[in-house]
Nanobody, 122 residues
Framework: QVQLVESGGGLVQAGGSLRLSCAAS????????MGWFRQAPGKEREFVAA????????SYADSVKGRFTISRDNAKNTVYLQMNSLKPEDTAVYYC???????????????WGQGTQVTVSS
């Protein structure tokens, strides 16, 4: 089974930065896509970014392009989301997810972390 453990969330002021981590265990992920999603109160869970373990190609939501960077450390089975220039509208619970195929629809992802709260104050 796949277990995903997230860390790095917290409270930050607007314009600040946070780095989220997602450590995967009990499985190798060379053929998987790792994604970050977020969900704000009263809103649908939305795609943020994704990266392929193999090759490292990545994709970003338009709302975070130029501000967020997804990366991975294959040796550590860990995916990171570096979030810079944070805005209050980035406030949400952020989830790490894994899927054999990948995409932008959260419903297609098979494995999920517990979520970590990111709050950006103005």
């Amino acid at each position: 089974q796949v277990q995903l453990v997230e860390s790095g969330g917290g409270l930050v002021q607007a314009g600040g930065s946070l780095r989220l981590s997602c450590a995967a265990s009990a499985r190798t992920f060379s053929s998987y896509v790792m994604g970050w999603f977020r969900q704000a109160p009263g809103k649908e869970r939305e795609f943020v970014a994704a990266i392929r373990w193999s090759g490292g190609s990545s994709s970003y939501a338009d709302s975070v392009k130029g501000r967020f960077t997804i990366s991975r450390d294959n040796a550590k089975n860990t995916v990171y989301l570096q979030m810079n220039s944070l805005k209050p509208e980035d406030t949400a619970v952020y989830y790490c997810a894994a899927d054999a195929i990948g995409g932008r629809n959260f419903k297609t992802y098979d494995y999920w972390g517990q979520g970590t709260q990111v709050t950006v104050s103005s």
